[in-house]
């Protein structure tokens, strides 16, 4: 339980008492025992002070660690608002951090991130934003438009002497460097989104092509009814799996089919809905079959129409299965019963999810994000017009301002003074 703000110490005080010796006001943890709203004793534990300014949100900050029990910490929440506290807001801990001035706006982002991962891969990427890897990023490319914002004011400022001008190749250079940051970190941005937010993942296909036994292989565990019996699975079954550390939401479905009762047939159109909401779609044919002309004209079709497709051929365990020819050139074997194929159905799935390009981990998981890097993108290629159309430089330093302006709203940093230091501190005015 943690408590922020000038009065966290003295509210801690009234829900602790030290075995030994009083807290100091920051320092390492004292044992003792916390107490109830009557002045019960109630549990054992530790308290641990940090001094305004030493601190996580940078105030007064009192930490309870009680065995950690729900109702002995409702408990100590409740003394703790009689003795003048109140309960934190969604991430207020964070929110005063970032006003106190301990994290820039996307570092904040990535410790509300960090605190919902689902994988280990979600929270090394949120880790790594969390400690500064998007402004990190991003501070060549804003050391350089502040640059050229300063000369660009220079040459409105200065219009008569000609030498102030900007030069416009070595400009044009500049802002192509930057564009192509921008435009790489978006890039990234489509593994991003998925890490950050996850895919829904349908299984499609005919009854008894082993939709539910690759639902249960990819879970690796028995969690749908298998059954030789065409038909067993009615309702849509959803669990969440980790693809190689994108979160992942797996839909298994009822078996496609025309005759039906009017339960299955609430399944199919359920079916079809998730085939419609899904990322990907994996439309699984029986491959031991002897091949349905229709079924496999109807696969190659849906891969060929639609590019969230990708046509899996059960069975391979069997003969008849390992022998054919896959319906569709980007079609995979698998065997749901022994595992043979999965691994490779595993990769090719999250290849497509991330745009299929080997990327390192991503910086840009955050849809706000993205879209100021767009909206910054906009503006530099405005400026690049604007200074390739010979206009006057008054043109090109509207869009280079607004361009680091779009840019700052990622890191909630932006400050005209800090702009205006770098202006006057790089140029001799007087001269
Ligand atoms: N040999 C072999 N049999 C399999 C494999 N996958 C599934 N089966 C068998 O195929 C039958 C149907 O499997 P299910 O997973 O229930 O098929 P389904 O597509 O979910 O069927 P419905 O729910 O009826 O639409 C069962 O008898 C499974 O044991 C496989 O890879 N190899
Ligand atoms: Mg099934």
């Known amino acids: 339980m943690r408590l922020s703000g000038e009065q966290a110490p003295s509210i801690a005080a009234r829900l602790f008492r030290p075995a030994h010796r009083e807290p100091a006001p920051a320092g390492p943890p004292t044992f003792g025992c916390f107490v109830d709203r009557a002045g019960q004793n109630l549990d054992h534990g530790y308290l641990v002070l940090f001094p305004a300014g030493g601190s996580f949100t940078g105030e007064a900050t009192a930490e309870l660690w009680p065995h950690g029990a729900p109702v002995v910490l409702a408990e100590l929440v409740s003394a703790a608002i009689e003795a003048g506290a109140r309960p934190a807001e969604p991430g207020e801990f964070t929110y005063r951090a970032l006003r106190n001035g301990r994290l820039d706006l996307a570092r904040a982002e990535a410790v509300r991130d960090l605190v919902a991962a689902r994988t280990l891969f979600q929270a090394r990427v949120a880790f790594a934003q969390a400690e500064g890897a998007v402004a990190e990023r ?4 804003r050391e350089s438009l502040e640059e050229w914002i300063a000369r660009a004011e220079a040459a409105v400022e200065f219009v008569d002497e000609s030498e102030t001008h900007l030069p416009p190749a070595a400009f044009r250079a500049a802002i192509d460097r930057a564009l192509a940051l921008c435009r790489e970190l978006l890039e990234g941005f489509r593994t991003g989104r998925v890490v950050r937010d996850g895919a829904t993942l349908a299984i499609v296909g005919r009854p008894n092509a082993g939709k539910s036994s690759l639902f249960n292989r990819l879970l690796a565990r028995e969690r749908a009814i298998v059954t030789e019996i065409e038909g067993t699975t009615r309702d849509t079954l959803e669990e969440s799996i980790d693809l190689d550390g994108i979160p992942a939401r797996l839909v298994d479905t ?3 089919r025309d005759r039906a009762d009017r339960i299955e047939l609430e399944g199919v159109r359920r079916a079809r809905q998730a085939r419609e909401e899904a990322d990907l ?7 031991s079959h002897e091949a349905d002309p229709e079924d496999l004209a109807a696969a ?9 497709t990708v046509v899996v051929v059960n069975k391979c365990d069997l003969e008849l299965a390992a022998g054919r020819d896959l319906p569709h ?3 995979l074997r698998v065997s749901a019963k022994s595992g043979a194929g999965i691994a490779e159905l595993k990769a090719e799935l999250r290849g497509r999810l991330t745009g299929g390009a080997v990327v390192e981990d991503p910086i840009i998981t955050d849809a706000r994000h993205a879209r100021a890097l767009e909206r910054t993108v906009g503006s ?3 400026a690049v017009r ?3 159309a010979g206009l006057t430089e008054e043109l090109v330093l509207e869009d280079l301002r607004q361009a680091i302006h779009e840019l700052g709203t990622i890191t909630g940093e932006f400050d005209a003074e800090q702009l205006y230091d770098r202006i006057f501190s790089k140029f001799c005015i007087g001269k």
């Open 281 to 287: 779609v994996l439309l699984v044919l029986d491959g």
């Open 300 to 308: 190659t079709e849906a891969a060929e129409a639609d590019p969230r």
């Open 138 to 141: 991003l501070a060549p490319l």
């Open 380 to 382: 530099l290629e405005g």
């Open 254 to 256: 009822a078996g496609l």
């Open 386 to 388: 604007a200074n390739d």
């Open 329 to 331: 050139p980007r079609a």
